[in-house]
T-cell receptor, first 116, second 112 residues
Framework: DAGVIQSPRHEVTEMGQEVTLRCKPISGHDYLFWYRQTMMRGLELLIYFNNNVPIDDSGMPEDRFSAKMPNASFSTLKIQPSEPRDSAVYFC??????????????FGPGTRLLVL | QKEVEQDPGPLSVPEGAIVSLNCTYSNSAFQYFMWYRQYSRKGPELLMYTYSSGNKEDGRFTAQVDKSSKYISLFIRDSQPSDSATYLCAMENGFGNEKLTFGTGTRLTIIP
């Protein structure tokens, strides 16, 4: 299995532009998570899905952020308009099922976003 | 106050030393406790998990949980340069909602 796939790996954009991050979870995994990691705040959960349905989006910073999961093999995180404070590493993770944390979350390599 | 506090380090120790990494937390509902390891420019990967209080050992790694003190630890024996990474603690309340709360991570360097 190729693991969780994220694209792009790096993104540099200017303030005000739309940014779309993409994720392909591990096949057969029911849960998908979007995280943001910064030095100051660490790893923060933004939103997670179960069977393509958003379950908890309380970590989404504001309306500029949106996430979709149109099918079991694809998810997007969109920032519109982007701001310099959105600069961070964004991780996507997936996990197999509902048995609790022993169902490991498998992380992708992350997308490094820099908003100028 | 953050739900999970972790000393960011950095921590540098000589090869072969015993390393102690720690987290404290405030939410008494947490029941599952995990340690993730993150190499530079990579995603985190699960190293160990423990349920409730107690110890768990896996090779050179030992995880300890003291729920009465809301304190968890990860010990690394005979540390190796390949252990150089950022270590993140994570916690979950065990109600099956899959939502993990992470510490900020401790950056560890093992000096050959």
């Amino acid at each position: 299995d190729a693991g969780v796939i994220q694209s792009p790996r790096h993104e540099v954009t200017e303030m005000g532009q739309e940014v779309t991050l993409r994720c392909k979870p591990i096949s057969g995994h029911d849960y998908l998570f979007w995280y943001r990691q910064t030095m100051m705040r660490g790893l923060e959960l933004l939103i997670y899905f179960n069977n393509n349905v958003p379950i908890d989006d309380s970590g989404m910073p504001e309306d500029r952020f949106s996430a979709k999961m149109p099918n079991a093999s694809f998810s997007t995180l969109k920032i519109q308009p982007s701001e310099p404070r959105d600069s961070a590493v964004y991780f996507c993770a997936s996990s197999p099922g509902t048995s609790g944390p022993q169902e490991t979350q498998y992380f992708g390599p992350g997308t490094r976003l820099l908003v100028l | 106050q953050k739900e999970v506090e972790q000393d960011p380090g950095p921590l540098s120790v000589p090869e072969g030393a015993i390393v102690s990494l720690n987290c404290t937390y405030s939410n008494s509902a947490f029941q599952y406790f995990m340690w993730y390891r993150q190499y530079s420019r990579k995603g985190p990967e699960l190293l160990m998990y423990t349920y409730s209080s107690g110890n768990k050992e896996d090779g050179r790694f030992t995880a300890q949980v003291d729920k009465s003190s809301k304190y968890i630890s990860l010990f690394i024996r005979d540390s190796q340069p390949s252990d150089s990474a950022t270590y993140l603690c994570a916690m979950e309340n065990g109600f099956g909602n899959e939502k993990l709360t992470f510490g900020t991570g401790t950056r560890l360097t093992i000096i050959p």
